[in-house]
């Protein structure tokens, strides 16, 4: 949600609450270079450069939540903050000791069809010794549990894979990344994604079930994790 001129813009997600629960638990951002991949219209990159980040890019291929960045990038006119329309794939690989201090990836895990190369790409745009910051959904079991929906999941149908905790813990330990810690796990709620004067479709209360325990077609209802993990050296 941004605030403008006494004017809520009351989206549909409380990005605001995500950034409460995550900022405790990531490497201070001053003076730093950061990368979020997915990063919608732009609200956690004003977050991080309110962390005091260096240098701060997004990118989202959404034309839309570009142009909406361009909108508040009217008002806020800050150079150290960008925001490219493009897919990540687009952006160069093995920066090595160039890379980013840290990468930002929430939201977008579950959206991929391999999630191992993905990580690896992740790890590819970090520096050595450089902070992964990695929200996702998540379903309860060990670390051979992987949930595979067969069509669709919270009526979405792009959601290709959602593993375990304990299991992404795993993908990144195999992918050489140290100090893997699970910084929080939150179910969300309706209160967090629902309907709002500016978003008036249908939203997460639409896909559960009346209990709120299940997802209409019947998986675990959305829980959300967030993973921090360090590019080994």
């Known amino acids: 949600p941004f605030h403008l001129f006494g004017m809520c813009i009351d989206t549909e997600w409380r990005s605001d609450w995500k950034w409460e629960r995550i900022q405790p638990h990531i490497d201070s951002l001053d003076g730093r270079r950061v990368l979020d991949i997915g990063c919608g219209n732009g609200y956690h990159l004003w977050r991080m450069r309110g962390e005091g980040a260096d240098w701060v890019l997004g990118v989202d291929p959404s034309q839309l939540?570009?142009?909406?960045?361009?909108?508040?990038?009217?008002?806020?006119?800050?150079?150290?903050?960008?925001?490219?329309?493009?897919?990540?794939?687009?952006?160069?690989?093995?920066?090595?000791?160039?890379?980013?201090d840290s990468v930002f990836c929430m939201g977008v895990l579950y959206h991929r069809k391999d999630p191992i190369n993905f990580i690896a790409t992740l790890r590819d745009f970090l520096r050595p010794g450089g902070q992964l910051i990695l929200e996702t959904l998540v379903v309860e079991g060990d670390a051979n549990t992987v949930l595979v929906p067969t069509e669709r999941y919270a009526r979405m149908n792009n959601v290709w894979s959602i593993p375990s905790p304990?299991?992404?813990?795993?993908?990144?330990?195999?992918?050489?990344?140290?100090?893997?810690?699970?910084?929080?796990?939150?179910?969300?709620?309706?209160?967090?994604?629902?309907?709002t004067e500016w978003m008036t479709f249908e939203s997460l209360a639409e896909s559960l079930m009346p209990d709120g325990m299940t997802t209409v077609e019947g998986h675990p209802a959305p829980i959300r994790a967030t993973?921090?993990?360090r590019k080994r050296r």
């Not at 993908?171 to 967090?192: G, H, N, R, Y």
């Open 65 to 100: 939540f570009w142009c909406q960045f361009l909108a508040i990038q009217h008002f806020i006119r800050d150079g150290r903050v960008h925001h490219l329309p493009i897919g990540f794939e687009h952006l160069p690989r093995h920066l090595d000791k160039k890379g980013f």
């Open 166 to 195: 304990q299991a992404l813990c795993h993908w990144l330990a195999k992918l050489s990344f140290d100090d893997i810690q699970v910084v929080d796990i939150t179910p969300t709620t309706t209160e967090e994604q629902r309907r």
């Open 227 to 229: 993973i921090c993990a």
